[in-house]
């Protein structure tokens, strides 16, 4: 199997400002492929130098074997791309910005632009500036799918997206994989990537924390759950649950940490009264707080 994307110590400084440092990353041909960090992480700036939009500060990355720097057309003309803001010509409808983008490309299947234009729900009769912020998105994915590109750089794709749209676009996904495309994705939200990659890397600040199958990201998944109950309830009855940790008692409520299913917390719960349950996902920063602390970032990997 080939390599799509590969980056070798590659880095990008804005001076004062955070950029990236020392990225090592491999992306094999057919596989999706998660960038999962917080905002400001890093997760835009390397797929701006992927695509040769700003260039590197030092080391070195190849797309399709072909340093970024080197002939950045010849990529291009094999990359479907989604910016983390998509916006265009505010005069144009969806269906003018489409076939615009199309017709750079040399023509496109119509048949396929339609049904993309249907399973993703979108109006393109409608002015750009008319569009909400879900519906820019859903015309920037036709743009970056419409001519089924080798590899697919998608920032944040999933913003604005309704919940019913966002499974169709997961489904959009899967479909490319299926078909021998690549497909590099970021994101902020850990959920997301667990139910569509194959592998992720984790940045934080700049710098890789992990690079690992999904199977091993899922550990740093939990929930803040809280639980109140009709009358004071001791701690002690969630001890030895599996998943369960920092559990706290305030009056009438505990609050708690949960990985995985919280099936054994709500059985333990119920036989003393509960009236109510709120689980919550942490934001990504909490995740890695609770994860790393502040221990220094050190990149572990794993094919």
């Not at 269906?95 to 490309?105: K, P, S």
């Not at 799918?145 to 959009?172: C, S, V, W, Y």
Request: include cysteine; proline fraction near 4%; charged fraction near 25%.
């Amino acid at each position: 199997m080939s390599t799509i994307i590969r980056t070798e110590r590659l880095t990008k400084s804005y001076g004062e400002h955070r950029g990236i440092t020392e990225l090592d990353l491999e992306v094999a041909e057919g596989e999706i492929f998660g960038f999962l960090g917080p905002n400001g992480a890093g997760k835009t700036t390397t797929m701006r130098v992927l695509l040769d939009l700003i260039r590197p500060s030092s080391g070195r990355a190849e797309v399709f074997g072909i340093e970024t720097t080197a002939d950045p057309v010849a990529i291009h003309r094999r990359v479907g791309y989604l910016p983390g803001e998509f916006d265009l010509y505010d005069r144009l409808t969806g269906a003018q910005t489409i076939a615009y983008f199309g017709n750079l490309r040399g023509g496109v299947n119509q048949a396929y632009v339609n049904e993309l234009v249907e399973r993703l729900d979108l109006d393109v009769s409608r002015r750009f500036k008319e569009y909400s912020k879900g519906n820019k998105q859903k015309v920037g994915l036709v743009v970056a799918l419409q001519h089924r590109p080798d590899l697919l750089i998608l920032d944040e794709p999933t913003a604005g997206l309704d919940p019913l749209i966002q499974q169709t676009f997961f489904a959009l996904v899967r479909e490319a994989r299926e078909a021998g495309r690549t497909i590099f994705l970021s994101s902020h939200i850990i959920d997301e990537v667990d139910r569509t990659c194959d592998r992720v890397a984790i940045i934080r600040e700049g710098r890789l924390v992990q690079v690992d199958r999904i199977e091993a990201i899922r550990r740093l998944a939990f929930h803040h759950v809280e639980l109140l109950f009709s009358a004071p309830v001791a701690p002690s009855v969630f001890d030895g649950l599996d998943g369960v940790s920092e559990v706290q008692a305030e009056g009438d409520l505990i609050r708690m940490r949960v990985s995985g299913p919280i099936g054994a917390v709500i059985a333990a719960a119920a036989p003393h009264g509960i009236v109510d349950v709120v689980s919550r996902e942490p934001n990504l920063e909490d995740v890695f707080l609770a994860q790393y602390g502040d221990q220094p970032i050190v990149e572990t990997a794993s094919r």
